[in-house]
């Protein structure tokens, strides 16, 4: 998996700012990520994960997870984000990823905002937020480079 930092992360911003270190939110980064039966991602496993600057309450994101507290308005930037890249490990995902979305009813949507996933299937990145808002893939299936 393609390490360091941009690479893969999950981001949560909860005040006016979405500035590094803030106690006001959330970057947990992934080196590794851990593939369970039938090839799905346990978005949940922080055994080779780090926070790079954590709200005061919240702790570890899960891998695919963003969402914000920045903007009271659904139709502002998404200020959360996330990161997923698959690059060199021989895996892609499994398209198309379903998403939750949490928190305020009139934010939810379909997909992440400004999302894409690469013409490979390896690399995925997109926005959430908005009005206290956030969301995550209900699952993150992998397969074989080339299925």
């Known amino acids: 998996m393609k390490a360091g930092p941009g690479n893969n ?13 803030s106690k006001d939110s959330s970057e947990t980064q992934f080196t590794k990520i851990r593939i369970v039966s039938n090839l799905t991602v346990q978005r949940d496993d922080f055994e080779f ?19 914000d507290c920045h903007v009271y308005s659904c139709t502002g930037t998404k200020n959360g984000v996330f990161k997923m890249d698959l ?31 690469s013409a490979t299937k390896q690399v995925a990145s997109g926005r959430c937020g908005g ?5 995550n893939a209900k699952q993150l299936k992998l397969e074989p480079e080339g299925c």
Request: positive net charge; proline residues 4%.
């Open 87 to 117: 690059t060199g490990t021989g895996m892609r995902f499994v398209t198309p990823i379903d998403w939750k979305y949490l928190g305020w009813r009139g934010c939810t949507g379909s997909i992440p905002n400004q999302y894409s996933v």
């Open 131 to 135: 009005h206290c808002a956030g969301c």
């Open 49 to 67: 994960a780090t926070i790079t600057w954590y709200h005061r309450n919240k702790g570890f994101l899960a891998y695919a997870e963003a969402g």
């Open 9 to 21: 992360f999950s981001k949560k911003t909860y005040v006016n700012s979405p500035v590094q270190n």
